[in-house]
């Protein structure tokens, strides 16, 4: 019986133990915290519940005041200490405050509107100060203290919002009355490979619109409305800007020729000798012309003459180069020459070898004569 009332009586003091050491630590969600003028910020003592009391003390109330509830309000740039008492225990929360610095907010940072609305610009300043509007071109629009936009004419313009710190652009664009954009042509018919600018014609400014392509493998867009050709076929580009739409119908066809009416050769009297190359020079008229051009006609046993107008040299003769491209036909004349052997005269050449002279070459071979004494030439 003695030992059961004694390990009761253990268990009771360890669990006394443990409490008391538990309650020896103020348990706080941070340690320091930085805050901007005007900002607050909950004090939360995770432990509270094994304290019967907790009090807060700011130790500069020009920086941070603190309420009975842990309350910080952040009041002045600086720093200062937030004191929490948990019965006999203490813990120092450390407070750093800064000044609140500006930063618009636009919720949208653009708007089309027709020219009979106007349109109030959202934006919100986390700063202090009151934020200014101001119309780069008042020809277009004008806006009040508030950010109320009021249209004067169609066209587009900036709308500088700022404080003496920081400041943002909002751009508007003032479309005139219509249902529906118009185009200055809207049934294009274009060739594989070409390019056609997109232009609206019931507004007369260069606005922001958007495009889209309902085939790409035919024509696509781009999004300054630059069409380009890709394949045969009809594609319907679509074209908006706000609630204002418009349609332009592409058809693609294949790339026709454009026909060459004339082939400028730059030499049409051609001399090369036998195993030369020689390229052929020319150019057609007009410039962008896509006729094929071919080159025939020719000997083919003196020349041999490439898709390109190259022209091989094979053997000594004479033969001429029929030149057609479109409506338009050239001759070339060609000469191939036999290589011309070096000739040599009559020399002396002294060889360093005893009893010989070279005297002269003739067909190329060298030939030798052998010295003999002054003296014995004159007996003989």
């Known amino acids: 019986m003695k030992k059961v009332i004694s390990l009761a009586l253990l268990i009771v003091v360890l669990l006394t133990f443990n409490l008391t050491i538990y309650a020896n630590f103020i348990i706080v969600n941070d340690k320091n915290i930085t805050l901007n003028v005007g900002d607050t910020y909950q004090i939360e003592v995770e432990n509270i519940q094994e304290f019967n009391s907790v009090s807060y003390e700011s130790k500069n109330n020009d920086v941070c005041s603190v309420s009975d509830e842990g309350l910080v309000t952040a009041l002045t740039k600086g720093s200062s200490i937030v004191l929490i008492n948990a019965d006999e225990f203490e813990f120092e929360l450390y407070v750093l405050v800064e000044e609140k610095s500006d930063e618009i907010i636009l919720l949208e940072d653009r708007a089309i509107v027709k020219i009979n609305e106007t349109y109030q610009i959202k934006a919100v300043n986390n700063g202090t100060e009151k934020l200014e509007y101001k119309s780069l071109d008042e020809n277009i629009c004008t806006v009040t203290n508030s950010g109320l936009i009021e249209p004067k004419n169609i066209g587009k313009t900036t709308i500088k919002i700022s404080t003496e710190l920081i400041e943002v652009y909002f751009t508007i664009t003032i479309l005139p009355i219509i249902d ?7 049934n294009l018919v274009l060739e594989i490979g070409d390019t056609k600018n ?15 392509s309902n085939n790409t493998n035919i024509c696509t ?29 592409v058809e693609v066809k294949e790339k026709s020729e454009i026909i060459a009416t004339n082939i400028i050769v730059k030499n ?3 001399n090369i000798l036998v195993n030369d190359m020689y390229q052929i020079e020319y150019e057609l008229e007009p410039i962008d012309s896509t006729s094929v051009v071919t080159f025939t006609d020719y000997d083919s046993n003196i020349i041999e003459v490439s898709n390109t107008g190259l022209i091989k040299a094979k053997m000594v003769g004479q033969t001429s180069i029929t030149i057609n491209a479109g409506q338009s036909m050239v001759k070339v004349n060609v000469v191939v020459n036999e290589i011309k052997s070096n000739s040599f005269n009559p020399l002396y050449i002294v060889i360093p070898v005893v009893g010989v002279v070279v005297i002269g070459l003739v067909s190329g071979v060298l030939v030798f004569k052998k010295k003999t004494s002054k003296n014995k030439e004159k007996m003989e």
């Open 268 to 270: 049409s009297n051609i």
């Open 221 to 249: 867009v781009n999004a300054s409305g630059k069409l380009e050709a890709k394949g045969v076929g009809s594609a319907v580009i679509i074209v908006s800007i706000g609630d204002i739409f418009g349609e332009v119908f």
């Open 198 to 212: 997109i232009e609206v014609s019931n507004i007369s400014f260069a606005a922001d619109y958007n495009y889209i």
């Open 180 to 186: 529906k954009l118009e185009f200055k042509d809207n």
